[in-house]
């Protein structure tokens, strides 16, 4: 593939469902790559209508069952879980790689198996080398980069139950009408949801987590910010003993990771927005009888949340530098 890229200077990739958030972030994002060209976009009922990518550039939706897959070397889903699968079954028939952004391929759900789950840091040799890889939740990935380095170092009690409470910018339910996610509605106000640790993202964080070996369980509760994108999660971790420096463990583990960042003060949202990275920050907690680590972890729900991190695999898959068209 890289040779293909010499030759024609530019690689052509396709987005399904580009009309969403996610879609329409993707377009934007290989608008603006130096090796890519967007090949399609299609939309189902937006079809026919312009998208402005900027830099002079737009692209005008067509129908999804008249995308030409046969002209792209890499494709992007970004339809609706449960409708993905079928879609990303014909673009691989068609002899594209896929990279898909909804959970019917992610780790945990039923026919993920095999499949690479694209955190593209920790599992980078595999997407390296597959024709399809399971862009990961943007909730997952805030928390399970979070933890990482602990798990590695081998630092979490057995047994023990992490609590997560993250909050999220509107954009990460996606833009179809929905009465409780009017302006009017989520204005001056802030709410939990998925209580009682029911939420769909905790099936790709513990198959994660099982993965790379932590025997823990995970008590996880999202809530709904007033912003448009973004998340913040903050993470309380019984751990089996403390360092002098906390961060210590993160430095180790983000030290060639650029996307991945250590923190001296506690994240914002505006840290990260616009930005392909995860930014971490931990500190003992006080006055428990438990040693306890406080991790908080930020980022762009749609960046490294979704397009930019389906992006960075894309890149790593098409064996382009895995830093191009994304900031950080």
Partial sequence: MQEYALIVHTIPVGVLGASGYAGRELCGLIAAHPSLTLAFATANEQRGERLDLGGGQSVTFCAPDAAPLDRAALVFSALPHGASKPAVEGALQAGAKV??????????????????????????????????????????????????????????????????????????????????????????????????????????????????????????????????????????????????????????????????????????????????????????VADVRQPTLQVIAAIDNLQKGAAGQALQNANVMLGLDETAGLRW
């Fill in 99 to 284: 990279v898909d952004l909804s959970s019917d391929y992610r780790a945990g759900h039923p026919g993920s198996e095999g499949i690479p789950y694209g955190l593209t840091e920790l599992h980078r040799d595999a997407v390296r080398g597959a024709s399809l890889v399971a862009n990961p939740g943007c909730y997952p990935t805030s928390v399970l980069v979070a933890l990482w380095p602990l798990v590695r170092a081998g630092r979490l009690v057995p047994g023990a139950t992490i609590t997560i409470n993250s909050a999220s910018g509107v954009t990460g339910a996606g833009n179809s009408p929905k009465r409780d996610l009017l302006f009017g509605e989520i204005t001056e106000d802030f709410r939990a949801y998925g209580t009682g640790n029911t939420h769909r993202h905790l099936t790709e964080m513990r198959a994660t987590m099982h993965t790379l070996g932590a025997d823990v369980d995970l008590l996880f509760t999202p809530h709904l910010l007033p912003v448009a994108r973004g998340i913040l999660s903050t993470i309380t971790v019984p751990v089996t003993h403390h360092d002098d420096d906390a961060l210590a463990l993160y430095r180790d583990a983000f030290a060639s990771e650029p996307f991945l960042q250590v923190s001296e003060r506690p994240p914002a949202l505006r840290d990260v927005v616009h930005r392909n990275t995860v930014r971490v920050f931990a500190q003992p």
